[in-house]
Nanobody, 115 residues
């Protein structure tokens, strides 16, 4: 089993920044791709960004140029730096990690952007 614990969410004004962190623990010795997803009220969960164990990244078009994903493999931690936040970025943000063939999710952290 792998546990993912997110932190860093909160309330911010439009144009502001937040940094999310997600630390993996448990049998996390061979974590593959890690990523962030988000789910706004009444909408489906959507991809925000992913990063492979080698550092290859992928972003949703809506966040390109504003969000940056990074990871520290030694700490089994993935980060999401969010700049120039917009009200439409308001959602619960979930951390995801693949370990072998299993996908794990964190509990989610709320990000609210006020206009």
């Amino acid at each position: 089993q792998v546990q993912l614990v997110e932190s860093g969410g909160g309330l911010v004004q439009a144009g502001g920044s937040l940094r999310l962190s997600c630390a993996a623990s448990g049998n996390a010795f061979s974590i593959g791709t890690m990523g962030w997803y988000r789910q706004a009220p009444g909408k489906q969960r959507e991809l925000v960004a992913t990063i492979t164990s080698r550092g290859n990244t992928n972003y949703a078009d809506s966040v390109k140029g504003r969000f940056t994903i990074a990871r520290d493999n030694a700490k089994n931690t993935v980060y999401l730096q969010m700049n120039n936040l917009k009200p439409e970025d308001t959602a619960v943000y979930y951390c995801n990690a693949w370990v072998v063939l299993n996908s794990y999710w964190g509990q989610g952290t709320q990000v609210t952007v006020s206009s």
